[in-house]
């Protein structure tokens, strides 16, 4: 164990660190030589037990200027903790990249509020000051930072601890730096080691990892927007498009429909001969299918579905739309927003539209 007055008159000892994002980082400590030579003295006794074998009854001579000597070399020493006094060091915490993956139709949206929880676990018998800068950029690169200061305790046992941070809308610039909608993060900054008043412990096994994750059922305002699905091919043999041709007394579309969405919504299901245009070019839209509201959050923060049920009719003139071969259909989801009102939304919300076609046609025989 050091003199206390060693590491703080000079400090012996050199810290590396490196911030890990999702991954354990940490900080070692290595002797530094130059600042040892020229740190204050302080005694190192050694303790050396020499054993002599004897010579099994052989007589040897022996001068009384003979000597056992043991030499010590300290220039190279581990250590397996230090103990003392740590003037404050300043480390660079390496820039750690990464990917966020951002859902798709968010461009519209504005938070209100959202969390940024940061875990750090650390095992330093030394207090540990973090200024941590985070840079959020999205797609059309723009940045917005971040930034924040956090007190990590020493640590007085041998266990590590476990420091939890959440940065909200109170504390920090969270919602502005999420708003951003940022698709690539970076973590940066610097960690001072030590306040150069009180004593702490080093050991060669001390490490301090960091931990971070984004909380967010979002409360948003919802501003108006549509939401286009995936285009798929209408499924109809040509037996079904055949008696559709000849025998159809009446069409209609029963869209079922399944909502957890906090606001009521409209959907439209177009008609095309390719997939490109069942949004934007239909020949045929059927709607619109009224979807309300579900209804308030429950106490454990999920939402019941509500099911409702539409019925379209379908024009006589459009029913070729429909049977021509290799037809398209996509649905177009229509928000209207929320006039500034701000409602909670979940990544597990959505709205499901199971439609099929039911149909009146003759039987028996008909005139080709």
Known sequence: MLDPGVLHE???????????????????VQPWRDRYRAAEAFDLEVVADVHVPGTEGAYVEI??????????????????????????ITIDLEPETTDLDIPDDLDDLQLQRAELALGFTTSLGMPIAIRLHVEGTNAQGGMVPLDTEIDLPAVSGSDPELVNVVLDEQNSDVVAFLNNLPETVVFSGTARVGDGVSEGTVASSDSVAARWAIRAPMTVALLAQEINGDATELDLDDSTRR????????????????????????AYIGIASDSTSTHTRPELELGPITIPAAGPARPDGGRDGVVSKTVVEVAEKDVGTITQPFAWQGVRLVLPGTDGEFVTLRSTDEVRVRGFLRARILMGDVEE
Do not use: K, N
Request: aromatic share 2%; charged share 20%.
């Open 10 to 28: 000079g400090p012996v000892c050199e810290l590396q660190s490196d911030l890990a994002v999702e991954a354990h980082g940490g900080v070692s």
């Open 63 to 88: 001068s009384s200027t003979d000597v056992i000597r043991v030499t010590v070399d300290p220039i190279a020493l581990s250590f397996r903790s230090v103990t003392g006094i740590v003037d404050p």
């Open 243 to 266: 008696d559709l041709d000849q025998r159809l007394i009446g069409l209609t579309l029963e869209a079922d429909v399944t909502s957890t969405l906090p606001i009521e919504a409209v």
